[in-house]
């Protein structure tokens, strides 16, 4: 279950769903943990990371 909803809040992420919008589907309640994802896809797709690639 918890890899469905953490790939479920990175894909949100990458498609920039809002973070409050993507938690009503995931049911995730704490908003420290649902953020974690955002920030690690926006890691992945940002213009630094983008450097790499």
Known sequence: AHGLRSGYLTETARRGI????????????????????YNDAERTLGRAARILA
């Not at 809002?18 to 994802?37: F, G, I, K, T």
């Open 18 to 37: 809002p973070l409050p919008e993507a938690m009503q589907q995931s049911q995730h309640r704490s908003v420290q943990q649902a953020s974690n994802y």
